[in-house]
Protein backbone atom coordinates (compact mmCIF):
# COMPACT_ATOMS: atom_id res chain seq x y z
CA UNK A 1 0.00 0.00 0.00
CA UNK A 2 1.46 3.21 -1.21
CA UNK A 3 1.68 5.71 1.52
CA UNK A 4 0.14 8.92 1.58
CA UNK A 5 3.10 11.24 1.05
CA UNK A 6 3.37 9.14 -2.56
CA UNK A 7 0.26 9.47 -4.07
CA UNK A 8 -0.85 13.15 -2.72
CA UNK A 9 -0.91 15.13 -5.61
CA UNK A 10 -0.71 18.54 -4.05
CA UNK A 11 -1.16 20.12 -0.66
CA UNK A 12 -3.09 22.83 -1.06
CA UNK A 13 -3.94 23.38 2.39
CA UNK A 14 -3.05 23.07 5.74
CA UNK A 15 -5.96 21.30 8.34
CA UNK A 16 -5.67 21.28 11.58
CA UNK A 17 -1.98 19.34 11.99
CA UNK A 18 -2.44 17.38 8.73
CA UNK A 19 -2.70 18.64 4.98
CA UNK A 20 -5.18 18.56 1.65
CA UNK A 21 -4.57 16.18 -0.57
CA UNK A 22 -6.89 15.71 -4.13
CA UNK A 23 -7.82 12.19 -4.55
CA UNK A 24 -9.94 10.95 -8.30
CA UNK A 25 -12.10 8.65 -6.48
CA UNK A 26 -12.99 7.22 -2.81
CA UNK A 27 -11.45 4.08 -3.82
CA UNK A 28 -7.83 6.07 -3.85
CA UNK A 29 -8.31 7.10 -0.24
CA UNK A 30 -5.58 5.38 1.65
CA UNK A 31 -5.89 3.24 4.26
CA UNK A 32 -2.49 3.19 6.67
CA UNK A 33 -0.02 5.69 7.44
CA UNK A 34 -2.82 8.41 7.64
CA UNK A 35 -2.38 10.84 10.44
CA UNK A 36 -5.45 12.49 12.68
CA UNK A 37 -6.19 15.75 11.18
CA UNK A 38 -5.03 14.46 7.12
CA UNK A 39 -7.69 15.98 5.00
CA UNK A 40 -8.84 15.05 1.43
CA UNK A 41 -10.55 16.42 -1.51
CA UNK A 42 -12.35 13.82 -3.90
CA UNK A 43 -13.42 14.92 -7.17
CA UNK A 44 -15.95 12.06 -8.06
CA UNK A 45 -18.35 13.25 -5.50
CA UNK A 46 -16.80 16.71 -5.17
CA UNK A 47 -16.48 16.16 -1.07
CA UNK A 48 -13.93 16.80 1.52
CA UNK A 49 -12.86 13.93 4.68
CA UNK A 50 -10.90 14.46 7.63
CA UNK A 51 -8.58 11.11 8.69
CA UNK A 52 -8.91 10.79 12.34
CA UNK A 53 -6.08 8.69 12.53
CA UNK A 54 -7.54 5.54 11.98
CA UNK A 55 -10.19 6.14 9.23
CA UNK A 56 -11.90 9.09 6.92
CA UNK A 57 -14.71 11.06 8.24
CA UNK A 58 -16.87 13.17 5.70
CA UNK A 59 -17.32 17.12 6.13
CA UNK A 60 -19.96 19.31 5.79
CA UNK A 61 -17.53 21.87 4.39
CA UNK A 62 -19.91 24.79 2.42
CA UNK A 63 -19.12 26.53 -0.70
CA UNK A 64 -18.32 23.56 -2.72
CA UNK A 65 -17.98 24.70 -6.61
CA UNK A 66 -21.03 23.53 -8.26
CA UNK A 67 -20.57 21.90 -11.42
CA UNK A 68 -22.27 19.87 -14.24
CA UNK A 69 -24.39 16.22 -13.50
CA UNK A 70 -25.77 17.13 -17.16
CA UNK A 71 -25.31 19.76 -18.83
CA UNK A 72 -27.50 21.41 -21.67
CA UNK A 73 -25.92 20.37 -25.17
CA UNK A 74 -24.96 22.73 -28.07
CA UNK A 75 -25.69 25.93 -28.34
CA UNK A 76 -29.06 26.06 -30.20
CA UNK A 77 -31.97 24.73 -29.75
CA UNK A 78 -35.85 25.52 -31.35
CA UNK A 79 -39.51 25.75 -30.83
CA UNK A 80 -41.14 23.61 -33.76
CA UNK A 81 -44.49 24.74 -33.26
CA UNK A 82 -47.02 26.37 -30.34
CA UNK A 83 -48.19 23.01 -29.61
CA UNK A 84 -45.25 21.50 -28.68
CA UNK A 85 -43.31 22.49 -25.56
CA UNK A 86 -39.17 22.64 -25.22
CA UNK A 87 -37.83 20.52 -22.10
CA UNK A 88 -33.99 20.98 -21.47
CA UNK A 89 -32.44 19.25 -18.56
CA UNK A 90 -30.10 21.50 -17.01
CA UNK A 91 -28.40 19.70 -13.63
CA UNK A 92 -26.01 20.84 -11.67
CA UNK A 93 -24.53 18.84 -8.69
CA UNK A 94 -27.20 18.24 -5.90
CA UNK A 95 -29.83 20.90 -7.47
CA UNK A 96 -32.50 19.56 -5.33
CA UNK A 97 -30.25 21.11 -2.41
CA UNK A 98 -32.26 24.55 -1.42
CA UNK A 99 -28.53 25.59 -0.51
CA UNK A 100 -28.24 25.34 -4.32
CA UNK A 101 -30.26 28.31 -6.21
CA UNK A 102 -31.62 28.51 -9.38
CA UNK A 103 -30.80 31.33 -11.11
CA UNK A 104 -31.60 30.74 -14.42
CA UNK A 105 -33.00 33.70 -16.38
CA UNK A 106 -33.81 34.49 -20.30
CA UNK A 107 -33.64 37.93 -22.28
CA UNK A 108 -36.29 40.02 -22.41
CA UNK A 109 -37.96 39.00 -25.48
CA UNK A 110 -38.74 35.53 -23.80
CA UNK A 111 -41.12 36.37 -21.71
CA UNK A 112 -43.30 37.34 -24.78
CA UNK A 113 -42.54 33.94 -26.49
CA UNK A 114 -42.71 31.55 -23.86
CA UNK A 115 -43.74 30.80 -20.63
CA UNK A 116 -40.91 28.85 -18.53
CA UNK A 117 -41.43 26.51 -15.67
CA UNK A 118 -39.10 24.26 -14.19
CA UNK A 119 -39.17 20.96 -11.89
CA UNK A 120 -35.66 20.72 -10.12
CA UNK A 121 -33.53 20.72 -13.25
CA UNK A 122 -36.55 20.06 -16.02
CA UNK A 123 -37.06 23.40 -17.40
CA UNK A 124 -40.03 23.46 -19.72
CA UNK A 125 -40.64 26.20 -22.17
CA UNK A 126 -44.02 26.06 -23.10
CA UNK A 127 -44.53 28.52 -25.90
CA UNK A 128 -47.45 31.33 -26.48
CA UNK A 129 -49.67 31.39 -29.16
CA UNK A 130 -49.06 33.11 -32.64
CA UNK A 131 -51.90 35.63 -32.00
CA UNK A 132 -50.39 35.90 -28.55
CA UNK A 133 -46.48 37.00 -30.06
CA UNK A 134 -48.46 39.02 -32.74
CA UNK A 135 -50.30 41.19 -29.86
CA UNK A 136 -46.66 41.47 -28.61
CA UNK A 137 -45.66 42.52 -31.64
CA UNK A 138 -47.98 45.37 -32.16
CA UNK A 139 -47.51 46.28 -28.60
CA UNK A 140 -43.55 47.33 -28.91
CA UNK A 141 -42.49 44.54 -26.87
CA UNK A 142 -40.00 42.56 -29.46
CA UNK A 143 -38.00 44.78 -30.51
CA UNK A 144 -34.87 43.00 -29.25
CA UNK A 145 -36.17 40.19 -31.37
CA UNK A 146 -35.80 37.92 -34.54
CA UNK A 147 -37.40 34.69 -33.58
CA UNK A 148 -35.26 33.86 -30.81
CA UNK A 149 -33.97 34.56 -27.12
CA UNK A 150 -31.17 33.56 -25.45
CA UNK A 151 -31.47 31.50 -22.28
CA UNK A 152 -29.09 31.26 -19.53
CA UNK A 153 -28.79 28.12 -17.08
CA UNK A 154 -27.43 29.18 -13.73
CA UNK A 155 -26.79 27.66 -10.21
CA UNK A 156 -25.24 28.79 -7.80
CA UNK A 157 -24.44 28.36 -3.94
CA UNK A 158 -24.16 31.78 -3.44
CA UNK A 159 -20.72 32.59 -3.93
CA UNK A 160 -19.42 29.99 -6.76
CA UNK A 161 -22.08 29.19 -9.83
CA UNK A 162 -22.11 27.13 -13.35
CA UNK A 163 -23.97 28.23 -16.09
CA UNK A 164 -25.00 27.65 -19.62
CA UNK A 165 -26.80 29.85 -22.59
CA UNK A 166 -28.59 28.38 -25.16
CA UNK A 167 -30.09 30.70 -28.21
CA UNK A 168 -33.84 29.25 -28.22
CA UNK A 169 -35.26 30.06 -31.77
CA UNK A 170 -39.19 30.29 -32.09
CA UNK A 171 -40.73 31.32 -35.62
CA UNK A 172 -44.08 31.32 -35.76
CA UNK A 173 -44.06 32.20 -39.79
CA UNK A 174 -45.77 29.10 -40.89
CA UNK A 175 -43.55 27.62 -44.02
CA UNK A 176 -45.37 26.10 -47.06
CA UNK A 177 -47.80 29.24 -48.17
CA UNK A 178 -46.36 30.34 -51.07
CA UNK A 179 -49.07 29.44 -53.83
CA UNK A 180 -52.46 31.10 -54.06
CA UNK A 181 -55.04 29.10 -55.97
CA UNK A 182 -58.42 30.99 -57.75
CA UNK A 183 -61.10 28.35 -57.95
CA UNK A 184 -64.37 28.50 -60.38
CA UNK A 185 -66.24 31.59 -60.80
CA UNK A 186 -69.52 33.09 -62.47
CA UNK A 187 -69.65 35.40 -65.70
CA UNK A 188 -73.26 34.87 -65.97
CA UNK A 189 -74.43 32.26 -64.33
CA UNK A 190 -73.77 28.56 -63.16
CA UNK A 191 -70.08 28.26 -62.55
CA UNK A 192 -66.80 27.58 -64.27
CA UNK A 193 -64.32 24.60 -63.43
CA UNK A 194 -61.06 26.37 -63.69
CA UNK A 195 -58.64 26.34 -60.81
CA UNK A 196 -55.64 29.27 -61.85
CA UNK A 197 -52.47 29.65 -59.30
CA UNK A 198 -49.96 32.37 -58.82
CA UNK A 199 -46.81 33.01 -56.58
CA UNK A 200 -47.60 34.91 -53.38
CA UNK A 201 -44.03 36.49 -53.29
CA UNK A 202 -44.22 38.17 -56.74
CA UNK A 203 -48.01 38.44 -58.37
CA UNK A 204 -48.16 38.81 -61.98
CA UNK A 205 -50.16 36.74 -64.29
CA UNK A 206 -52.19 33.38 -63.38
CA UNK A 207 -51.68 30.09 -64.70
CA UNK A 208 -53.51 27.41 -65.52
CA UNK A 209 -53.18 25.16 -62.13
CA UNK A 210 -55.80 22.10 -63.28
CA UNK A 211 -59.45 21.92 -62.93
CA UNK A 212 -62.60 21.04 -60.79
CA UNK A 213 -64.42 18.03 -61.48
CA UNK A 214 -67.26 20.82 -61.75
CA UNK A 215 -68.11 24.22 -62.51
CA UNK A 216 -68.47 25.90 -59.17
CA UNK A 217 -69.50 29.64 -58.53
CA UNK A 218 -70.75 31.13 -54.90
CA UNK A 219 -68.45 28.34 -53.06
CA UNK A 220 -65.85 28.32 -50.45
CA UNK A 221 -62.23 27.29 -50.82
CA UNK A 222 -59.84 26.90 -47.55
CA UNK A 223 -56.96 24.68 -47.03
CA UNK A 224 -53.27 24.14 -45.20
CA UNK A 225 -50.21 23.69 -46.88
CA UNK A 226 -50.87 20.23 -48.72
CA UNK A 227 -54.13 20.39 -49.57
CA UNK A 228 -56.56 22.56 -50.56
CA UNK A 229 -60.67 22.16 -50.77
CA UNK A 230 -63.11 23.67 -53.03
CA UNK A 231 -66.67 23.12 -51.53
CA UNK A 232 -70.53 23.33 -52.67
CA UNK A 233 -71.44 25.99 -54.49
CA UNK A 234 -73.80 26.76 -57.49
CA UNK A 235 -73.22 24.66 -60.65
CA UNK A 236 -74.67 23.89 -64.47
CA UNK A 237 -76.00 26.21 -66.63
CA UNK A 238 -79.19 27.27 -64.53
CA UNK A 239 -79.25 29.79 -61.96
CA UNK A 240 -79.20 28.47 -57.80
CA UNK A 241 -78.26 24.83 -58.93
CA UNK A 242 -76.29 24.56 -55.24
CA UNK A 243 -74.20 21.38 -55.05
CA UNK A 244 -72.83 19.63 -51.74
CA UNK A 245 -69.89 17.68 -52.81
CA UNK A 246 -66.24 18.64 -51.59
CA UNK A 247 -63.47 18.07 -53.51
CA UNK A 248 -59.52 19.02 -53.09
CA UNK A 249 -56.09 19.43 -55.04
CA UNK A 250 -52.37 18.76 -53.35
CA UNK A 251 -51.24 23.04 -53.99
CA UNK A 252 -47.67 21.92 -54.63
CA UNK A 253 -48.29 19.45 -58.07
CA UNK A 254 -50.77 21.23 -60.36
CA UNK A 255 -53.64 18.75 -61.66
CA UNK A 256 -57.44 18.51 -61.55
CA UNK A 257 -59.26 18.18 -58.39
CA UNK A 258 -60.19 14.99 -56.80
CA UNK A 259 -63.35 13.67 -54.20
CA UNK A 260 -62.85 14.64 -50.36
CA UNK A 261 -66.27 13.94 -49.67
CA UNK A 262 -69.30 16.16 -48.55
CA UNK A 263 -70.96 19.22 -46.74
CA UNK A 264 -74.28 17.53 -45.78
CA UNK A 265 -76.57 19.54 -47.86
CA UNK A 266 -76.25 21.33 -50.84
CA UNK A 267 -75.02 25.09 -49.95
CA UNK A 268 -73.55 28.11 -51.48
CA UNK A 269 -72.68 31.63 -50.52
CA UNK A 270 -70.64 30.71 -47.04
CA UNK A 271 -67.68 31.85 -45.48
CA UNK A 272 -64.54 29.66 -44.27
CA UNK A 273 -61.86 29.43 -41.94
CA UNK A 274 -58.88 26.91 -41.85
CA UNK A 275 -55.73 26.21 -38.85
CA UNK A 276 -53.22 23.84 -39.65
CA UNK A 277 -55.84 20.18 -39.15
CA UNK A 278 -58.96 21.67 -39.85
CA UNK A 279 -61.42 23.75 -41.61
CA UNK A 280 -64.55 25.17 -41.07
CA UNK A 281 -67.34 26.46 -43.27
CA UNK A 282 -70.15 28.64 -41.74
CA UNK A 283 -73.15 29.64 -42.50
CA UNK A 284 -74.77 29.53 -46.73
CA UNK A 285 -77.87 28.58 -48.60
CA UNK A 286 -79.59 26.43 -50.87
CA UNK A 287 -82.58 27.32 -53.58
CA UNK A 288 -84.89 25.07 -54.15
CA UNK A 289 -86.15 24.16 -57.30
CA UNK A 290 -83.26 24.79 -59.22
CA UNK A 291 -84.06 27.80 -61.59
CA UNK A 292 -86.59 30.05 -60.45
CA UNK A 293 -90.31 30.05 -58.33
CA UNK A 294 -88.49 28.24 -55.44
CA UNK A 295 -87.23 29.52 -51.98
CA UNK A 296 -84.40 29.60 -49.72
CA UNK A 297 -83.19 27.55 -46.99
CA UNK A 298 -80.48 29.23 -44.85
CA UNK A 299 -78.26 27.36 -42.96
CA UNK A 300 -77.36 28.92 -39.49
CA UNK A 301 -74.58 26.70 -38.54
CA UNK A 302 -70.78 25.54 -39.01
CA UNK A 303 -69.77 22.42 -39.92
CA UNK A 304 -65.95 21.01 -40.47
CA UNK A 305 -63.00 19.08 -42.18
CA UNK A 306 -60.35 17.39 -41.13
CA UNK A 307 -57.42 18.09 -44.00
CA UNK A 308 -55.03 14.74 -43.36
CA UNK A 309 -58.83 12.39 -43.48
CA UNK A 310 -61.28 12.28 -46.38
CA UNK A 311 -64.64 12.13 -46.15
CA UNK A 312 -67.50 14.19 -45.25
CA UNK A 313 -68.12 17.29 -42.60
CA UNK A 314 -69.11 16.70 -39.17
CA UNK A 315 -71.06 18.90 -37.24
CA UNK A 316 -69.28 22.04 -35.55
CA UNK A 317 -71.92 24.60 -34.30
CA UNK A 318 -74.56 26.99 -34.30
CA UNK A 319 -74.10 30.45 -36.02
CA UNK A 320 -76.79 33.52 -36.00
CA UNK A 321 -77.16 36.19 -38.24
CA UNK A 322 -78.20 35.78 -41.97
CA UNK A 323 -76.50 33.03 -43.69
CA UNK A 324 -76.34 33.64 -47.29
CA UNK A 325 -73.68 35.61 -48.36
CA UNK A 326 -71.29 35.55 -44.80
CA UNK A 327 -67.41 35.87 -45.35
CA UNK A 328 -65.03 34.19 -43.28
CA UNK A 329 -61.08 35.27 -42.58
CA UNK A 330 -58.11 33.08 -40.37
CA UNK A 331 -54.87 33.58 -41.14
CA UNK A 332 -52.94 30.81 -42.94
CA UNK A 333 -51.44 28.09 -40.67
CA UNK A 334 -51.21 27.95 -36.86
CA UNK A 335 -54.44 29.84 -36.17
CA UNK A 336 -56.74 29.55 -32.97
CA UNK A 337 -59.34 32.18 -34.05
CA UNK A 338 -61.94 32.19 -37.07
CA UNK A 339 -64.07 35.04 -37.92
CA UNK A 340 -67.50 35.20 -39.71
CA UNK A 341 -68.95 38.52 -40.96
CA UNK A 342 -72.15 39.93 -42.84
CA UNK A 343 -74.69 38.06 -44.65
CA UNK A 344 -78.60 39.22 -46.50
CA UNK A 345 -81.70 38.00 -45.09
CA UNK A 346 -83.54 36.83 -49.11
CA UNK A 347 -86.74 37.57 -47.30
CA UNK A 348 -86.55 41.23 -46.36
CA UNK A 349 -83.25 42.25 -48.31
CA UNK A 350 -81.65 43.14 -45.10
CA UNK A 351 -78.11 43.03 -44.78
CA UNK A 352 -75.93 42.32 -41.38
CA UNK A 353 -72.86 44.36 -40.22
CA UNK A 354 -72.28 41.71 -37.05
CA UNK A 355 -69.40 39.60 -36.86
CA UNK A 356 -68.78 36.20 -34.91
CA UNK A 357 -65.64 34.41 -33.71
CA UNK A 358 -64.93 30.57 -33.40
CA UNK A 359 -62.57 28.56 -32.11
CA UNK A 360 -61.28 26.65 -34.44
CA UNK A 361 -60.38 23.50 -32.53
CA UNK A 362 -63.05 23.39 -30.14
CA UNK A 363 -66.52 22.54 -32.01
CA UNK A 364 -69.43 24.56 -30.21
CA UNK A 365 -71.56 27.82 -31.12
CA UNK A 366 -70.05 30.81 -32.22
CA UNK A 367 -69.77 33.96 -29.95
CA UNK A 368 -72.32 36.35 -31.14
CA UNK A 369 -71.63 39.92 -31.01
CA UNK A 370 -68.01 39.80 -31.28
CA UNK A 371 -67.65 42.92 -33.37
CA UNK A 372 -69.05 44.03 -36.69
CA UNK A 373 -68.17 46.59 -39.94
CA UNK A 374 -67.50 49.59 -39.24
CA UNK A 375 -69.20 51.44 -41.49
CA UNK A 376 -72.04 49.63 -43.07
CA UNK A 377 -73.96 46.47 -43.18
CA UNK A 378 -72.91 43.86 -45.95
CA UNK A 379 -73.03 41.11 -47.53
CA UNK A 380 -70.70 38.93 -50.43
CA UNK A 381 -67.25 40.52 -48.77
CA UNK A 382 -64.19 39.14 -49.30
CA UNK A 383 -61.75 38.22 -46.18
CA UNK A 384 -58.27 37.56 -45.63
CA UNK A 385 -56.13 37.88 -42.02
CA UNK A 386 -53.15 38.25 -40.55
CA UNK A 387 -51.98 36.84 -37.15
CA UNK A 388 -53.58 39.59 -35.34
CA UNK A 389 -56.08 41.09 -37.63
CA UNK A 390 -59.16 40.64 -40.28
CA UNK A 391 -59.76 42.63 -43.16
CA UNK A 392 -62.44 42.14 -45.03
CA UNK A 393 -63.03 43.96 -48.76
CA UNK A 394 -65.71 45.12 -50.88
CA UNK A 395 -69.40 44.05 -51.21
CA UNK A 396 -72.91 44.36 -51.47
CA UNK A 397 -74.91 47.47 -50.01
CA UNK A 398 -74.57 48.42 -52.50
CA UNK A 399 -71.57 47.53 -54.20
CA UNK A 400 -69.13 49.10 -52.05
CA UNK A 401 -64.83 49.17 -52.35
CA UNK A 402 -64.45 49.77 -48.09
CA UNK A 403 -61.43 47.44 -46.91
CA UNK A 404 -61.99 46.98 -43.09
CA UNK A 405 -59.73 46.08 -40.37
CA UNK A 406 -60.81 44.46 -37.18
CA UNK A 407 -58.69 42.60 -34.40
CA UNK A 408 -59.09 39.02 -33.79
CA UNK A 409 -58.08 39.41 -29.92
CA UNK A 410 -60.20 42.09 -29.16
CA UNK A 411 -62.89 42.42 -31.53
CA UNK A 412 -65.50 45.80 -31.82
CA UNK A 413 -65.66 47.75 -34.48
CA UNK A 414 -63.64 47.59 -37.41
CA UNK A 415 -61.82 50.53 -39.05
CA UNK A 416 -61.86 51.39 -42.57
CA UNK A 417 -58.20 51.41 -43.54
CA UNK A 418 -57.82 51.79 -47.82
CA UNK A 419 -60.06 51.26 -50.88
CA UNK A 420 -60.28 48.91 -53.46
CA UNK A 421 -59.00 50.09 -57.05
CA UNK A 422 -63.63 49.81 -57.35
CA UNK A 423 -66.83 49.38 -55.86
CA UNK A 424 -66.96 45.25 -56.14
CA UNK A 425 -68.62 42.08 -54.40
CA UNK A 426 -68.30 38.33 -55.24
CA UNK A 427 -64.68 38.76 -54.75
CA UNK A 428 -62.28 36.54 -53.83
CA UNK A 429 -59.65 36.54 -50.42
CA UNK A 430 -56.58 34.68 -49.32
CA UNK A 431 -53.02 35.24 -47.50
CA UNK A 432 -49.63 34.10 -47.55
CA UNK A 433 -47.94 33.03 -43.96
CA UNK A 434 -48.71 36.03 -42.26
CA UNK A 435 -47.14 39.46 -44.65
CA UNK A 436 -49.58 39.92 -47.35
CA UNK A 437 -53.38 39.59 -47.59
CA UNK A 438 -54.80 39.16 -51.82
CA UNK A 439 -58.54 40.41 -52.85
CA UNK A 440 -59.07 38.80 -56.92
CA UNK A 441 -61.85 39.03 -59.38
CA UNK A 442 -65.71 40.66 -58.42
CA UNK A 443 -68.11 41.95 -59.80
CA UNK A 444 -69.40 46.06 -59.81
CA UNK A 445 -70.10 48.01 -62.85
CA UNK A 446 -68.38 45.06 -64.92
CA UNK A 447 -66.15 42.10 -63.91
CA UNK A 448 -62.69 42.41 -62.37
CA UNK A 449 -59.85 40.45 -63.10
CA UNK A 450 -57.13 42.16 -60.93
CA UNK A 451 -55.36 40.36 -57.97
CA UNK A 452 -54.82 43.43 -55.15
CA UNK A 453 -52.20 43.49 -52.47
CA UNK A 454 -52.50 44.27 -48.78
CA UNK A 455 -49.74 44.78 -46.92
CA UNK A 456 -50.13 43.78 -43.42
CA UNK A 457 -47.51 45.66 -41.76
CA UNK A 458 -48.41 49.27 -43.55
CA UNK A 459 -51.97 48.36 -44.82
CA UNK A 460 -50.60 49.81 -48.17
CA UNK A 461 -52.52 48.44 -51.01
CA UNK A 462 -51.43 47.52 -54.38
CA UNK A 463 -54.20 47.65 -56.56
CA UNK A 464 -52.09 45.87 -59.51
CA UNK A 465 -50.36 42.99 -57.54
CA UNK A 466 -51.74 40.43 -60.58
CA UNK A 467 -54.05 39.58 -63.48
CA UNK A 468 -56.30 36.78 -62.92
CA UNK A 469 -60.01 35.64 -63.98
CA UNK A 470 -62.29 37.80 -65.09
CA UNK A 471 -65.42 36.56 -63.11
CA UNK A 472 -66.76 36.87 -59.82
CA UNK A 473 -68.45 34.43 -57.38
CA UNK A 474 -64.97 32.97 -57.03
CA UNK A 475 -62.90 31.66 -54.33
CA UNK A 476 -59.22 31.51 -53.19
CA UNK A 477 -56.68 30.08 -51.01
CA UNK A 478 -53.16 29.31 -50.37
CA UNK A 479 -51.17 26.75 -49.95
CA UNK A 480 -47.11 25.07 -50.75
CA UNK A 481 -45.50 25.80 -54.17
CA UNK A 482 -43.34 23.64 -56.26
Aim: aromatic share 12%; charged share 10%; proline share 3%.
Amino acid sequence: MPSLKSIRQGVTTQLGVGFVSIYDSLGELPISNINQGDGAYVKSVNGYYISDGIGWRSTTLANKDPYWEIEPSGTDREIVDSATPLIVIAKANDSDNPNLVNQSVGTDSAQYMVDVTNDSSVFTFTPKTKLQIADAVAAGNLTDSNGDFVYTFKWSDGINFVSKSLTITYNTVIPGFTRGLISGGTYTTGGYSNIDMFTLATGGNTTSFGSMSIGRGGHTAFGNASRSLFAGGETGSSANSEVSSVEYVTPSTTGNGASFGSMNMNRAWMGSVANLTRGVIGNGADYSPPGGGGSWTNYNRSDYFTFDTLGNASYFGYMGGYARGTSGAANSGDNTYGVFVGGINPSTNAYSSSMQRITIDTTGTASSGFGSFGQTQKAYAAGCASSSHTYFAGGLYPTIDDIEKHSITTGGSATNIGNLSADKYSLAGTQDAGNYGFFSGGYGSTYYSNIEQINFSSDAIAANFGSGPNRYRLASTSGGGA
